[in-house]
């Protein structure tokens, strides 16, 4: 293993511990602004403009996995992610940003605060608790991406792993829950600034040490033909699995919530549209890296990508440029998880304990929960690293297929097909996670047909199936989202 602390210099570690004093600062200063009122804690009384939207946004679409999962799939799989993963993706942002972002900020109506409330809004309560619990098993995930940014802690400092776990998800918990998405919103502007800057310069360094990427090409040729393929060695079934888990953009809790926090609908179409780009960028330019290790360190690569990518990162930038790309991948990390912390601590509070159970909490009450739920959730979130120790790519597999099944059809068609039913809303949710969970878990995927992409198609027939057979029973009954309709008032 390399021994990255003997590559780390004092105005590295001076970066990152002025980045962490700043997170913290930000979430003591913001405290006051999100303690007014749950929708000021949640979505920043939704007064966000461009240039915040642009930091928010990139920040929860693009995290670890855009770095390091970006960078084992380029030294796994080569340049192929990018033709069926990343440019699919990119193009399917922008039906997100154009029309379905603007669509959720202009016709919910003001009691519409979390993605659960939008599912009570297009069909019923029921529908928003499946959601609500649906949300929770994103914290899998965060684990995941925790570990790949406590990792890189550990590396340079030598402290021990479990340690630098402990200190993200502390922090992540602290300035979360003081200040909500006003303090979200101001650190991932600063994130944001990081992370585009550091992707430049590694960009650059990359360049700069190949004497242009046609050299990289040719060296990872030579190494493995399919690093530099379109499809890379994969078959019809695994493409497919990665076009579907492209979607699962839609299915994102956090992208719901940032839609809900605009000024306006064209603030978000103007922001959104920006965002598209930059992440096209931003992953390509770790994928070349992740293609780089391969050439640079074929040993290290074969034992752990991870290590490898960041070998890269140490002999390719000079000191200070090393702790400023440290810095944005802890930013990545750090503004994905914090928005996950958020999500799932309204969900359990907002949603299901106020949603069900106790029905006349105050707005003090509701936040005061959700900032106790954001500590359990943390707690327990940093304790789910134990199973992710092994690389990010899995997390986004598994999780990511689960959203999909979960929530896309249901959310996305429901937001425009006028045959809706609570009844079809409720029960293509329920069926398709058992489905999920039967082929990835019990049979294991028969004839290697990924899970997701069964899921998937299930899920839209399933929909249109009971839809169609139960319109006339609520035909007349289901809002039209022109209609201010608040089910906890029935």
Request: aromatic share 14%.
């Amino acid at each position: 293993m390399t021994d990255f602390s003997t590559m780390w210099s004092g105005i590295d570690t001076f970066l990152i511990l002025l980045y962490f004093a700043g997170i913290l600062f930000v979430g003591i200063f913001m405290k006051r602004k999100a303690s007014t009122s749950m929708k000021s804690f949640f979505v920043a009384s939704r007064r966000l403009t461009i240039p915040i939207l642009i930091g928010v946004g990139a920040a929860s679409w693009e995290d670890s996995w855009s770095i390091v999962g970006a960078a084992e799939c380029g030294a796994t799989m080569g340049v192929c992610i990018i033709f069926f993963y990343l440019i699919p993706t990119t193009i399917l942002k922008l039906p997100c940003a154009l029309w379905i972002g603007p669509r959720v900020r202009e016709r919910f109506p003001d009691w519409v605060v979390t993605l659960p409330d939008m599912m009570a809004y297009l069909y019923d309560n029921k529908t928003k608790l499946v959601a609500a619990l649906g949300i929770l098993p994103q914290m899998f995930y965060d684990a995941a991406i925790t570990v790949a940014g406590g990792e890189v802690i550990s590396y340079v400092t030598g402290i021990n792993m479990w340690v630098s776990f402990g200190l993200m998800g502390l922090i992540c918990i602290l300035y979360t829950s003081l200040s909500g998405l006003w303090g979200l919103a101001i650190t991932d502007m600063i994130q944001f600034v990081i992370m585009t800057v550091s992707a430049g310069v590694l960009c650059l360094g990359v360049y700069s040490y190949f004497d242009g990427f046609g050299n990289l090409f040719a060296q990872a040729d030579a190494i493995d033909h399919n690093l530099v393929t379109v499809f890379g060695g994969n078959g019809p079934m695994e493409v497919a699995a990665w076009l579907v888990s492209a979607v699962a953009i839609y299915a994102n809790a956090q992208s719901y919530q940032r839609f809900g926090s605009a000024r306006s609908a064209a603030d978000l179409k103007v922001a959104y549209s920006f965002i598209v780009m930059f992440g096209q960028f931003f992953m390509a330019i770790n994928v070349m890296a992740g293609m780089a290790s391969r050439v640079m360190f074929p040993e290290i690569a074969a034992e752990s990508s991870s290590q490898a990518f960041w070998s890269v990162v140490f002999t390719i930038l000079p000191v200070g440029l090393r702790g400023l790309f440290v810095a944005s991948l802890i930013a990545a990390v750090m503004s994905t998880v914090s928005a996950d912390y958020l999500c799932c601590g309204a969900a359990v509070c907002h949603d299901i304990v106020k949603g069900f159970i106790n029905k006349n909490m105050t707005d003090k009450g509701d936040i005061l929960g959700t900032r106790i739920s954001i500590w359990i959730i943390g707690i327990a979130m940093t304790f789910c690293t134990y199973f992710w120790q092994g690389g990010i790519e899995k997390a986004w597999y598994y999780v990511g297929g689960f959203s999909v099944s979960a929530f896309l059809v249901p959310l996305i068609v429901g937001l425009y097909y006028k045959k809706r039913t609570p009844v079809a809303g409720f029960w293509t949710m329920i069926f398709t996670m058992v489905l999920y969970a039967i082929w990835e878990f019990a049979l294991q995927c028969p004839a290697a047909i990924p899970s997701n992409l069964v899921a998937f198609a299930f899920s839209f027939v399933c929909y249109i199936v009971l839809c169609n057979a139960t319109y006339k029973k609520y035909e007349g009954q289901i809002n039209d989202m022109s209609q201010v309709h608040n089910p906890d008032n029935e």
